[in-house]
């Protein structure tokens, strides 16, 4: 299992950005979280197989229809959280 740490940069804030990220999420099968950031970046931890993040990687490229997404920046996870599931952050 892979653990990465995504920033995506754009107008991605107050368009669905995370709703669509946890149902994306959810239908590939990866574990993680998503918030909202001070800097109105979206932050995207997620957890699973190689084939499994290079889906969601693939999909926050663009996200949904209604974001505009200008930067990616993937990172690994050094953090020591062990997800069981995809959850969505309102802080």
């Known amino acids: 299992m892979q653990s990465k740490l ?27 979280s998503v918030r909202n950031c001070s800097d109105g970046s979206v932050e995207v931890i997620v957890q699973g197989t190689e084939e499994q ?11 949904p229809r209604s974001a505009r997404v200008e930067r990616v920046i993937e990172l690994d996870y ?11 952050y309102h802080y």
């Open 53 to 63: 993040i290079a889906k969601l990687r693939e999909w926050l490229q663009h996200g």
């Open 6 to 32: 995504f920033y995506i940069y754009g107008l991605v804030q107050g368009v669905g950005f995370r709703f669509f990220t946890w149902q994306t999420a959810n239908k590939i099968g990866v574990v993680g």
């Open 78 to 88: 050094k953090g020591d959280k062990t997800f069981t599931d995809f959850d969505v």
